[in-house]
């Protein structure tokens, strides 16, 4: 069984930051990908940023210069720094890692967290 958390979410103004963090626990062997995604009200869920195991990252064009993912390997923790927030960036923000357990590596499975909410205000 493996676990995730975001945590790190709030109110803040238009222009404002704030840090995002996932950390994952349980039967933990090896995390690969880890992603973050937002889902707005009435919107789709939309991939964020995601970073692989070695470090390389991703962006979604809309985020670029002002966010910057990163992990932390033996902590199993993830983080996404939300700089010069936009009222539009208001959305409940997931964290999704795929994960190897003792018993399944070298497979590896999707997990999920509850989300954490981020609301921007103008």
């Known amino acids: 069984q493996v676990q995730l958390v975001e945590s790190g979410g709030g109110k803040v103004q238009a222009g404002g930051s704030l840090r995002l963090s996932c950390a994952a626990s349980?039967?933990?062997?090896?995390?690969?990908?880890m992603t973050w995604y937002r889902q707005a009200p009435r919107m789709q869920r939309e991939l964020v940023a995601s970073?692989?195991?070695?470090?390389?990252?991703t962006y979604a064009d809309s985020v670029k210069g002002r966010f910057t993912i990163s992990r932390d390997n033996p902590k199993n923790t993830m983080y996404l720094q939300m700089n010069s927030l936009k009222p539009e960036e208001t959305a409940v923000y997931y964290c999704?890692?795929?994960?190897?357990?003792?018993?399944?590596?070298?497979?590896?499975?999707?997990?999920w967290g509850q989300g954490t909410q981020v609301t921007v205000s103008s």
């Open positions: 999704k890692a795929d994960v190897s357990t003792r018993r399944s590596w070298p497979g590896r499975d999707t997990y």
């Open positions: 349980g039967n933990i062997y090896d995390i690969r990908d």
């Open positions: 970073i692989t195991n070695g470090g390389r990252t």
